[in-house]
Structures are given as structure tokens and as C-alpha cells.
């Protein structure tokens, strides 16, 4: 069973409430959104009584909190609550699409990692763009998170644009939908939960250092995680550890309010608990590992009219090993620049190579990097396609580099990256790809060769 409390929920937001009936249920495109209709891990499991809130007193510090007032949140002893057990899990500051708009919402996610549940009345959602937001105007001032729980925030552009605001509880999830035209920075951001006494309780820094209202001493360490990539989502990869670095976050498929496995109680590390090692979803609990991909075959001129190449043309990469990887993150653009205006993100389209999630490509495995026209055959290779119709900037032309990078914007494999630009094989009158003698191989003009096309076939 599901319960709505809807409200609304504005800029300047409102503490008011009102309990309402269930939103009409909806059939979201995309896969930001969670589908209100649909059956949840958690339907399987008796709805527990989340029950009142940790026991606390009326003892006051001074100070400013969530709430705007002269009070914090205490024990019953008198101590500060202390919400170090929250921590920043997901946050989609760039979604693919307009930005706030009904199917591609902004979203901060929180996860409670500790042993104990925690109220959340003095907890203040701190990001680059947003208002500074406290869970008494989200209406959360008397909400608390147990052990394994989450609160994920939906930022909707408008009220027609927000399919519905409020509070809306699920057996572990705690979701609220708002509206202001405010948005998340997608160049340079920062997202921190700061708790009583104005302490950041864990941080999220990308894209460029913060400014000083944003850069709490101790809150990250390093330099700032890249800039985000549309469509993806900044994930911390490992929810129980936290270093306050780049090192903990990676590019990834928005999954908000998804279950992560519980920690073992001996490694910390991500596992089903029972000793094994082994995760519910039947792999190991580490993400994917490094490998080496390669370009190994590239069609710039494939045959017919100009004007219909990018129909068929195509990027084949393999992977070499040793480890299978998630080619969610990646791009692909027709330049070394690292700003190059062509530059895409591979979007995963069709198959499948045997790992999880559905972007890993295993090893030994070929994928094909394709515009979003394409129709040309792919040998039964896993798809990955641009956010547009080409491939990099309008098109591969016979003389242009292609150049693959990873989620860390590494280069990781090139094509005709080489000093002239012209040199042969150079296929500008003949309508054949360009294969890689050996996978191996350096990129270099004799390490090409031009030949019949066999995509996705080794």
C-alpha cells in the first residue's frame, strides 16, 4: 500500500498541507521518472509501521535551523542530532531533455547508511541553483530516515510541468515532487546536506570549485568530479564509504530509489550479508572493473549520397579486457578537444553482451556507435547511438580523428589521430570502412587498412 500527502509546493515554498487522493498514475517515456503504477521491489514485503519519530525533548542551542528559527534538533540528553549517516547517492543535475520539464526532472537522492533511524527536521538541502531548501518547507519536518532508507527530490520547472507535488511515501522511499524555475548549475555545481549548526554533513562538488557559499571547510577534499553528461546521473559508487573526493562518484544510468545491497558487517563492502560475497543480483558487488577498449573498424564514407551517410555509418569497439565495462558515461566526438562541439554521449539503444547493467559490454564483446538515423546492419552487436541523428559533429568526414573517451573523459582508443590528417589509407573515393590490422595495434596510418565492412562480426 502506497500513501499520497500532497501539497503544494512552490517558490517561496509553504510548510502547509493538505491530504489529498493518489495522483492519477502515468505512463512516463523515459526511465527518470518511477512509474507510480508499477510493482516496486518493496510491494513484496509487509508495509512496515514507520511509527513515530526518534524519541526527543524540547532542549534548544542556539543557532540557525532548518526550519529558520533560534532551535536545533537534540537528543534527549541534549546533544545535537548528528546526521552523519546520510549520504549524498544520486544527484541528475543535466537529464536529457529540458531541464525540469515532466519526464526529465532534476533529482537529488539520500541514503540513511546507519545502524539507527534519524530525523530529518534540521536538515538543510544546499545546491548550486536551487533555493536552499529545509525539510520543514518540504514538508518533512516531522519525517525521519531509517536504516537503509531514502529521500529523493524532483525538481520540476513549473506546476503544469510537475505531474504532481507533494510528499509521497513508499516502504523505503521517501519522495517529494516541487516546483521552482530555479535549476541545478550543469557546468560547474555543488550539492551538500548540511545538518545542526550549519555543519555539511556530505557533498557532492562538480564541474569547478564552488563559490564561498558553497565551499564548507572539510566538506570535499581534491579536486572537483567532472562536469555531468545529459542523460546521466553522477552516482556514488560505493554508499558506505566516503572519502569526500571524486574518487566516490562515477557517471551513470539515473536509477532513483533503487535498492542497493545491505553492507557486510565485516568488510563494509556491498553484499547480501550471508558471508558469501556475493550480491543479490548474483555478481561479485564491485562495480565494473578497467578494461581496454578499442576502436577497430570505422565506416566515414559509406556508400549512396552524402546526404544519407549518416544512415550507415558506424564506429565498431571492442573489448579487450581484462574486466567488463559500463559504457554508460562515455562519448565519442571527431576531435581530441575535450570541448569539441560534436562531442556524444553513447546512449545505449539495442542488445546485449551477457554482464549487467544493460550498457556493460563484457569482454571479447564488439558494440557499434551509430547516430540515431541509423538502419545499416550491426552483426549482432550491442548498439550504443548519439543524442542526435550523427555521429560526432554532423557527421564523420574521411579525414577527421574519432576519438572514444571514457566516464572519466580519459581518451581511451583513436582513429586517424595522427599528424597529417590525409594520409592513407585515406577513404575519400572509395566507400569501404577502415579496419584496425590487429586490435592491439597503435593508431597509426600502417596499423589501418581499408576493407570490406563487417560490423559487429570479429
Known amino acids: 500500500m502506497r500513501a499520497y500527502l500532497l501539497f503544494p509546493l512552490v ?6 498541507i493538505a491530504c489529498a487522493a493518489p ?21 513484496e514485503l509487509p508495509e512496515p509501521d514507520r511509527g513515530p519519530a526518534p524519541p ?23 546533544r545535537p542530532v548528528d546526521l552523519g549517516g546520510l549520504r549524498l547517492t544520486e544527484v541528475l543535475a543535466d537529464p536529457e531533455g529540458k531541464d525540469g520539464d515532466p519526464w526529465s526532472p532534476e533529482i537529488i537522492e539520500v541514503l540513511n547508511v546507519g545502524d539507527e533511524a534519524l530525523p530529518i527536521a534540521d536538515l538543510i538541502i544546499l545546491a548550486r541553483g536551487w533555493p536552499r531548501l ?43 515532487h516541487f516546483e521552482t524555475a530555479a535549476g541545478l548549475r550543469n557546468g560547474d555545481g555543488a550539492v551538500l546536506l548540511i545538518g545542526p549548526g550549519e555543519e555539511a554533513v556530505d557533498a557532492l562538488i562538480y564541474g569547478g570549485d564552488p563559490p564561498a557559499s558553497h565551499d564548507f571547510d572539510g566538506a570535499w577534499e581534491g579536486v572537483p568530479a567532472g562536469e555531468p553528461v545529459s542523460g546521466f546521473s553522477w552516482c556514488r559508487t560505493q554508499p558506505f564509504l566516503d572519502s569526500d573526493s571524486a574518487e566516490d562518484w562515477a557517471l551513470c544510468v539515473p536509477s532513483p530509489g533503487e535498492l542497493e545491497p545491505e553492507p557486510d558487517s565485516t568488510t563494509g563492502d556491498s553484499t547480501t550479508g550471508d558471508g558469501t560475497g556475493g550480491t543479490t543480483d548474483g555478481t561479485t558487488g564491485e ?16 556508400p549512396g549520397p552524402s546526404s544519407q551517410e549518416r544512415e550507415l555509418e558506424y564506429v565498431e569497439i571492442l573489448n579487450l579486457g581484462p574486466d567488463d565495462v559500463d559504457l ?41 556507435i551509430v547516430g540515431g538515423a541509423f538502419i545499416g546492419p550491426t552483426g549482432g552487436a550491442m548498439v550504443f547511438e548519439t543524442d542526435d541523428s550523427n555521429l560526432a559533429d554532423g557527421g564523420l568526414t574521411a579525414h577527421e580523428p574519432v576519438v572514444l573517451r571514457d566516464a572519466d573523459e580519459t581518451i581511451a582508443s583513436t582513429y586517424r589521430a595522427w599528424p597529417d590528417a590525409f594520409a592513407e589509407p585515406y577513404p575519400v573515393d572509395i566507400e569501404l570502412p577502415a579496419h584496425r590490422l590487429t586490435p592491439e595495434a597503435d593508431d597509426e596510418p600502417a596499423q589501418w587498412e581499408l576493407a570490406e565492412a563487417s560490423p559487429g562480426v570479429p
Open 11 to 16: 517558490v517561496p515554498l509553504t510548510a502547509s
Open 23 to 43: 495522483p492519477p498514475e502515468f505512463e512516463a517515456p523515459t526511465q527518470l521518472l518511477p512509474d507510480l503504477g508499477a510493482p516496486s521491489p518493496w510491494d
Open 56 to 78: 526527543q525533548d524540547d532542549t534548544t542551542d542556539p543557532g540557525t535551523s532548518a526550519g529558520g528559527s533560534d532551535t536545533a534538533t537534540t537528543t534527549g540528553e541534549g
Open 134 to 176: 529545509s525539510t520543514d518547507e518540504l514538508g518533512l519536518a516531522d519525517e525521519h530516515l531509517g536504516p537503509g532508507e531514502r529521500l529523493v527530490l524532483y525538481r520540476y520547472a513549473d506546476l503544469e510541468a510537475a505531474p504532481w507535488t507533494g510528499v509521497f511515501y513508499e516502504p523505503g522511499i521517501l519522495e517529494v
Open 287 to 302: 562495480p565494473p572493473g578497467e578494461a581496454t577498449l578499442v576502436i577497430t573498424e570505422v565506416l566515414s564514407n559509406a
Open 328 to 368: 554508460a558515461g562515455w562519448s565519442i566526438a571527431d576531435s581530441e578537444d575535450i570541448d569539441a562541439p560534436g562531442r556524444d554521449p553513447l546512449l545505449y539503444r539495442e542488445g546485449s553482451s551477457g554482464c549487467s547493467p544493460e550498457s556493460c559490454l563484457a569482454v571479447g564483446e564488439r558494440a557499434l
